[in-house]
């Protein structure tokens, strides 16, 4: 007020809206973009007797540094920044904090330097996090890289496979070279046989639990308990990470700020990379809001979404963290519901996911059936694992995390391609929970078969390698999540791989039953009707899983393209052995999803009208 920045209006209605949302009044002033940040510290620091100084990578001492945690320093808003020596030989650390100085940051100082006098200045919190970046650059990427390997190297896809497994591996072809050579008329038997039940057993198995689902009324989780006022809502995180989305970061901007839920409580990291200018460019263009932060990653292998994700993590305040992509379009109150759902679902909830969906379903053929497979997983199958107290495998985006779990579990795993998955596994392996909730975010769905079979070859490569991962000591994962959960697991991490992969074999040894019998005498007619009846009741069951998921959110236009699934199928398969040959090739590669291909960006999302299904 003295320096003339706010005018008297303005601070009333801040003071007023103070009380509202139950944060300080320079948040307020913050958020509503009624000062600038650099003129609130100023006045903060005026008002406090401290001095104001702007961090500057270059004030910072490289060896001080060393001597303090990255992600302990962003947590407490805080950095140091040089030892100084005074004329009388005495020497001081400068502590440059974004927050009123105060003598817990002291004590810290002082317990790891040993240097008694502690000199604390005011700054951002921008600049605070910006000297974390440059100064500590090495440490953060150590711990988005290295940290899981390290702490618990057994659930990391650092190591592709275990000497054990590689060895398994190789007997096991050992011996069907053996059968090959002396007994091949009963090998192809036994595999008919073997690749046919598995094909069926998996799909009957999904089809189980995605009747359970649809039988299920939707999830109330979130929905009928008490919702909080303003005021007691928490602090939540938003990481949003983006690599070559220059197209879309604009979009990104405009429904971020169609969430419903205090702008003061909301901290939205956007996190880009150091070798794409264009998305920085865009990003800045689009004149974000004071809730989005922009962090600059520092370049790093394997440059993988998790990696980018769990610098982020190091970052993040809140006391929930919610993972957006860069095209998603998530429901307004989607963050109220997972924060009530959070609320009412007990301490041992870890995570809670909410469906994804497509705003331009209409636009092809492909985007039709990948509509109808996102709608049958989102809507059918997770909410029956859920039921059936399943092991869930997360999507990428919109799923909600308590923060203090999260990091418990070591964050994601930056040399796996689904992270996600993972992740829910290894929270299940820890016995904790997680959960669906009825809430819709929209994404765009995939128009173009190159791109997509660059996205799905890298989803199955990812559910490859947690198979593999977690499959490394059998019997212990066993007793640590119990039979019915490993058997889940099985089912759907290592099978859905596993029937992409063996769908070909079953076509190919059926056609050439009927066009050459006398090549393969083994498979005899029982043989060739247990072949038939897989690849029969297989695909009926893949039809009518794309059926079903039609009913929940009446999508009935899209019903007659149920009958596709066959043919969706082979594209699949032909993602599945790319992801198998990339799995041997480059583990950790991240194929790039490109978006802003659609048509349909300016179009409004679809409104979701969800209601129960009877199967």
């Known amino acids: 007020m003295e320096r003339r920045l706010l005018s008297p209006g303005d601070l009333a209605w801040a003071l007023q809206h103070r009380e509202e949302v139950g944060e300080p009044l320079g948040t307020v002033l913050l958020a509503a973009g009624l000062v600038s940040r650099r003129d609130l510290y100023g006045a903060l620091a005026t008002v406090w007797g401290a001095e104001l100084a702007f961090v500057e990578p270059t004030d910072l001492d490289p060896v001080l540094a060393t001597a303090f945690d990255a992600r302990d320093l962003a947590q407490e808003g805080w950095v140091p920044l040089r030892v100084q020596t005074g004329d009388d030989g005495r020497r001081t650390v400068v502590v440059a904090v974004a927050g009123r100085p105060r003598e817990e940051v002291a004590e810290t100082v002082r317990a790891r330097t040993g240097i008694e006098d502690v000199h604390q200045v005011v700054t951002t919190d921008w600049d605070v996090h910006r000297a974390l970046r440059t100064g500590w650059r090495d440490q953060l990427v150590h711990l988005a890289v290295r940290s899981l390997a390290e702490d618990a190297p057994e659930v990391s896809a650092s190591r592709v496979a275990t000497p054990r497994q590689v060895a398994g591996l190789v007997v096991a072809l050992g011996l069907l070279v053996v059968a090959a050579v002396l007994v091949p008329h009963q090998l192809v038997a036994v595999l008919v046989v073997a690749v046919s039940i598995g094909f069926g057993v998996s799909v009957l198995g999904k089809l189980v639990v995605s009747l359970v689902g649809a039988a299920a009324p939707p999830s109330r989780l979130g929905v009928d308990g008490p919702q909080p006022a303003d005021a007691d809502l928490p602090h939540v995180t938003v990481l949003v990470p983006a690599y070559r989305e220059a197209q879309v970061v604009g979009s990104l901007m405009r429904n971020l700020t169609h969430l419903d839920y205090p702008v003061e409580k909301l901290e939205i990291l956007l996190l880009l990379e150091e070798d794409d200018p264009e998305t920085l460019e865009a990003a800045l263009a689009a004149a974000p809001p004071e809730a989005v932060r922009i962090l600059v990653l520092p370049d790093s292998q394997p440059r993988t979404k998790p990696r980018a994700c769990n610098i982020g993590l190091a970052f993040a305040r809140g006391e929930y963290v919610v993972i957006y992509d860069a095209e998603d379009r998530p429901e307004p109150q989607q963050l109220r519901r997972a924060v009530a759902a959070f609320e009412e679902g007990g301490q041992d909830l870890v ?265």
């Not at 016995?431 to 994404?443: H, K, L, N, P, Q």
């Not at 059998?474 to 490993?486: D, S």
């Not at 759907?492 to 040894?509: D, H, K, N, R, Y």
């Open 351 to 615: 995570c809670v996911q909410a469906a994804l969906n497509y705003f331009n379903p209409d636009e092809n053929l492909l985007t039709r059936m990948f509509t109808l497979e996102y709608s049958s997983w989102f809507d059918n199958t997770l909410p029956g694992l859920d039921r059936l107290g399943l092991p869930i495998p997360l999507g990428g985006t919109s799923n909600h995390f308590r923060t203090d779990r999260l990091r418990a579990l070591g964050g994601w795993d930056p040399y796996n391609v689904t992270e996600d998955a993972d992740l829910g596994i290894r929270a299940s392996a820890r016995g904790w929970r997680v959960a669906v909730i009825d809430s819709t975010t929209f994404e765009e769905a995939n128009k173009a078969v190159g791109n997509w079979i660059r996205q799905r070859s890298r989803w199955i490569k990812g559910y490859l390698q947690t198979f593999l991962v977690h499959s490394r000591y059998p019997l212990r994962f066993v007793r640590t999540v119990g039979l019915k959960q490993a058997a889940a697991f099985v089912l759907l991490i290592g099978g859905t791989p596993a029937a992409f992969l063996s769908a070909p074999v079953l076509w190919a040894v059926f056609g050439l039953s009927l066009a050459e019998p006398h090549l393969l005498p083994a498979l005899t007619p029982a043989l060739q009707l247990v072949n038939l009846l897989s690849l029969l009741v297989g695909n009926a069951g893949v039809v009518y899983l794309n059926l079903l998921a039609t009913f929940r959110r009446r999508a009935y236009r899209l019903a007659p393209f149920a009958v596709l699934a066959p043919a969706y199928w082979v594209l699949h398969s032909v993602a599945a052995y790319k992801a198998l040959w990339q799995l041997v090739t480059r583990p950790f590669y991240w194929e790039k999803t490109t978006h802003g291909l659609t048509n349909h960006a300016d179009a409004p999302a679809p409104v979701v009208e969800v209601r129960e299904v009877t199967a």
